[in-house]
């Protein structure tokens, strides 16, 4: 099964950086599609960053420019490099992976992330 673990939160300042990461029960190339996803209080989870199996990435209008996905396949670890970090990046954050045919979507238990001074 796709047992996701997140790690690497925690409080940080505007303009600081962290990093995340997902650690999976799995081979990471056993899933089509590896993410990261946010959420706020009263919010609907957003993608932040996506990654497929050939190395695609893809990433949300407001942290193309700050964020960078990447993958470790020999640890079955996917990383979220979050840089120059704002309030607005303040949330609850998910790894994600998914299987198809049939679609599965699998979910960490959540991480937080706060930026504030």
């Known amino acids: 099964q796709g047992q996701l673990v997140e790690s690497g939160g925690g409080l940080v300042q505007p303009g600081g950086s962290l990093r995340l990461s997902c650690t999976t029960s799995?081979?990471?190339?056993?899933?089509?599609?590896m993410g990261w996803y946010r959420q706020g209080p009263g919010q609907q989870r957003d993608l932040v960053a996506r990654?497929?199996?050939?190395?695609?990435?893809t990433y949300a209008d407001s942290v193309k420019t700050r964020f960078t996905i990447s993958s470790d396949n020999a640890k079955n670890t996917v990383y979220l490099q979050m840089n120059n970090l704002k309030p607005e990046d303040t949330a609850v954050y998910y790894c994600?992976?998914?299987?198809?045919?049939?679609?599965?979507?699998?979910w960490g238990q959540g991480i937080q992330v706060t930026v504030s001074s």
């Open positions: 990654l497929d199996y050939v190395g695609s990435t």
């Open positions: 994600s992976a998914e299987r198809t045919f049939p679609r599965l979507v699998y």
């Open positions: 799995a081979s990471i190339s056993s899933f089509a599609l």
